[in-house]
Structure formats: structure tokens, C-alpha cells
């Protein structure tokens, strides 16, 4: 799912502390020879408020059992993201499918400037100041993995040193 990420953590969800928020729960309709067959499908994001976050989707006869489904896949998609002092390290730019997710790190006590899907993913990831703007598409599941997008393209200093071949202080006076 992540392949074309080079720098994705994956991380697996055993001794996390994982908080799980509902993006939205669909009615979904499947017609048959006799009737329609209702369902649900739901979206979940999880968690530890501390760079690891995942995210999932469930179908089912039943909400309950939708909201499960989707917290147990999202719990086998957990990935690592870099914050920095509690914001992102730079600006980013997600896209997925019509959605469009910006991201722009903020200063302290700025607060999570998002909505609706996009807040939800950045509060399980742990983010407490940031900035950002959702264009197009308003569906969640396209807007949740446009910000996942986003979040799985940034890179923190370290990083960057590793990959250039260079030393970290050298980074900064670039």
C-alpha cells in the first residue's frame, strides 16, 4: 500500500496505546433480484498521539461491527511520521484520487487549524500546531488518504543528512 514511499516506518500496533476516531459511517445499498440489501461501511483513523498512525475500512450488515472491521485494519496499517516539537517539519502538499490536503507546520499554540477528516488524522498522529487547506473532493476516504499522502512524504533533518550522505549541521547551512 505504501510502496511509493521510500522513507515509510511501518510499525506494528503491539504495546501502543492506540486511540481510534470515526471520519463517517456510510449507508451503502446493494440491489438484488429481491430488494435492496442494506449495509454500512465505515472509516476509521488510529493513533498513539505520538507519530503513529493508521487508517481503516470496515463493511458490515451493522455500524458496530463496520466500526470494528475498521479499527482492525487500520491497526494493521500503522505507519511512523516525523513531528517536530509538536508540528509538522515542513509543508507538504497530499493528493489522492479529486482530494486535495495542504499542510503547513504552525507556530506554538496555534491549535489544529483543520476540518473533518483531515483533523482526524492529524490528531491521531499527535500534530497539536499546524495549518491546512482541503481542495476538491470532499468524500473522507479520499481526504484521508490525500493526507496521508502528504504525511508520508515528509522527512525530518536526519533524514535528509542520511540520505544526501552529509552531516546534519551541514543540512542547515545549505
Known sequence: MYKRYKNVERVK?????????LV?????TKVT??????GFSA???VGDQNGV??????????????????????????VRIPIVKAT???????????AKVFLKPASHGT???AGGAVRAVLES???????????????????????????LQLRDASTVAKQRGVSLEKVFKG
Open 125 to 151: 498522529v499527535g500534530v497539536h500546531d499546524v495549518l491546512s487547506k482541503s481542495q476538491g473532493s470532499s468524500n473522507p476516504h479520499n481526504v484521508v488518504k490525500a493526507t496521508f499522502d502528504a504525511l
Open 88 to 98: 509538522l517539519p515542513h509543508e507538504q502538499k497530499g493528493k489522492y484520487s479529486g
Open 111 to 113: 491549535g489544529v487549524i
Open 24 to 28: 463517517g459511517v456510510q449507508r451503502v
Open 53 to 78: 498512525v493508521g487508517h481503516g475500512l470496515g463493511k458490515s450488515k451493522d455500524v458496530a461491527s463496520a466500526i470494528a472491521k475498521a479499527i482492525e485494519d487500520a491497526k494493521k496499517n500503522l
Open 13 to 21: 500496533p503491539s504495546g501502543l496505546e492506540l486511540v481510534d476516531h
Open 43 to 45: 472509516i476509521v483513523v
Open 33 to 38: 433480484k429481491g430488494g435492496r440489501a442494506f
